[in-house]
């Protein structure tokens, strides 16, 4: 099947520091990824829409100038956590789209997720 | 309109039972109905999914049941097990298009040996 990876799994920083987050389409092209934010015991948040080369689609409320997101190939989108604040902790999702199968939204897979704590 | 409501927040059940988890959306554009399963620290994976042509889809021991008319869907998992314990989340989007999905709120599952 499909694997979907993001990179770190967990990461820890000081506040004020900027985090990226990658997440890869391992074994398929995906023009299209997703970001959630997700908080314990929380449904998942869509955060934005990356669309490769394009500038991403950000959620009604989400600072875009807060999250970097860049899709700079079909197989990796990053996201930016710039100045990153106690309040940024959270569990960071990606989902990504296969390119080649068939516009059916049962394509689009999910990353394990990328625990951030800022101190 | 984009509010998928799912019920209820948390549920326990004995091995063998028959967990039922329920969700209602209110906008009828919505034509893709997935339910996903996440584990502690995971991310969710996708379960089963559905499209409003049917009104029940099964795979394995899960279930889900549609009711257009209504607007609601059900996940129901036969044979419980205790491996099932984890949070499930109900979904809704369009099927084509931009695909963006509206989650449930989730329920927390609990089976019981």
């Not at chain 1, 989108?77 to 959270?90: G, I, N, R």
Request: charged fraction near 20%; glycine fraction near 6%; proline fraction near 5%.
């Amino acid at each position: 099947g499909a694997v979907v990876s993001q990179h770190p799994s967990r990461v820890i920083c000081k506040s004020g520091t900027s985090v990226k987050i990658e997440c890869r389409s391992l074994d398929f092209q995906a023009t299209t990824m997703f970001w959630y934010r997700q908080f314990p015991k929380k449904s998942l948040m869509l955060m934005a829409t990356s669309n490769e080369g394009s500038k991403a689609t950000y959620e009604q409320g989400v600072e875009k100038d807060k999250f970097l997101i860049n899709h700079a190939s079909l197989t990796l989108s990053t996201l930016t956590v710039t100045s990153a604040h106690p309040e940024d902790s959270s569990f960071y999702i990606c989902s990504a789209r296969d390119l080649h199968r068939d516009t059916s939204a049962e394509t689009q897979y999910f990353g394990p997720g990328t625990r951030l704590l800022v101190l | 309109q984009q509010q998928v409501k799912q019920s209820p927040q948390s549920l326990i059940v004995q091995k063998g039972g028959i967990p039922i988890i329920n969700c209602a959306y209110e906008n009828t554009a919505f034509d893709y109905f997935p339910w996903y399963q996440q584990f502690p620290g995971k991310g969710p994976a996708l379960l089963i999914a559905i499209r409003p042509d049917v009104s029940e889809k099964k795979e394995g021991r899960f279930t889900i049941s549609f009711n257009k008319s209504a607007k609601q869907f059900s996940l129901h998992i036969m044979d419980s097990q205790p491996g099932d314990s984890a949070t499930y989340f109900c979904a809704a989007s369009r099927f084509q298009g931009a695909q963006k999905l509206v989650f449930g709120q989730g329920t927390r599952l609990t089976i019981n040996p």
